[in-house]
């Protein structure tokens, strides 16, 4: 007996040749969201899962809970004594790495940012990890070694990794499959700590020049594509190198908070 879902074929010259099925799954959702179903998989890989789509949350509130979990975390890290500051050193990376997810998530992000990402968090988490482990063994060995994984390594990939973790954030944003209405109530708050943060996380870890660099690439990206979150992290690294560059002029130099 015929069966509807067994493929179709037709004659063609000396052989049968299956007409294509119609598109099901991924596919079908990609097709309906006008995009081409050959790049459903690449673009949609969440509609595969329904209920990773359920899950997401508005991008600028992940992104709130991001800028959040940066300032507390990097805060208390300067305020606490051990070993309370090593607890905190040890959970910062994995909060961190954990938010970062939620606004890679909440933007349905495609392949290219979502690889940056994880790219990203890898060099955060080794600098992270790399600071705390050498910063733990000078109370014990001071050696210039380990003042180099700790100072100078540590410090350099912790803020490349997270400078590179922002950036995908507004790659996403770019590659979006449809338009979000951030709100500035929720972003305002969020430049607000991430700029701060940025400020005494590189002036404490004297890494303030990457700053500078940052603010300057991100300023110049908005003015191109002057988009929500792009403009709303371009400010906030604008307003770490205005506050680096007046704490400069108030000592006269760039000395870390522990110092004075």
């Not at 969440?46 to 949350?57: D, G, M, Q, S, Y």
């Not at 990890?129 to 700790?150: C, K, M, Y």
Request: aromatic share 10%.
């Amino acid at each position: 007996m015929f069966d509807e879902r067994m493929p179709r074929y037709e004659a063609e010259g000396s052989g049968a040749h299956a007409l294509p099925a119609e598109p099901t799954g991924a596919h079908a959702a990609a097709r309906r969201r006008g995009i081409p179903a050959d790049r459903g998989e690449d673009r949609c890989w969440h509609t595969a899962k329904p209920w990773l789509a359920a899950t997401r949350i508005p991008p600028d509130v992940a992104f709130l809970v991001f800028a959040a979990s940066f300032f507390a975390l990097h805060q208390a890290w300067v305020v606490l004594q051990p070993p309370a500051q090593a607890v905190v050193g040890v959970l910062n990376p994995l909060a961190i790495v954990a938010a970062s997810a939620l606004v890679v998530h909440a933007f349905g992000t495609p392949r290219l940012p979502a690889l940056l990402a994880i790219v990203a968090a890898t060099l955060y988490v080794h600098g992270r990890g790399a600071h705390l482990a050498a910063n733990s063994i000078q109370r014990e060995i001071d050696a210039p070694i380990v003042t180099f994984w700790d100072e100078r390594f540590g410090h350099i990939a912790g803020v490349l990794g997270w400078g590179a973790l922002i950036a995908a954030f507004c790659l996403a944003e770019r590659a979006a499959q449809r338009p979000w209405a951030l709100s500035p109530i929720v972003l305002t708050p969020a430049g607000l700590l991430l700029g701060w943060t940025a400020f005494t996380s590189t002036v404490e870890g004297q890494t303030w020049w990457l700053e500078l660099v940052a603010a300057m690439l991100f300023s110049l990206w908005a003015l191109r594509a002057p988009r929500p979150l792009l403009r709303t992290v371009a400010a906030a690294f604008a307003l770490g190198a205005l506050l680096i560059l007046g704490w400069a002029a108030l000592h006269r130099g760039v000395p870390e908070f522990t110092a004075l």
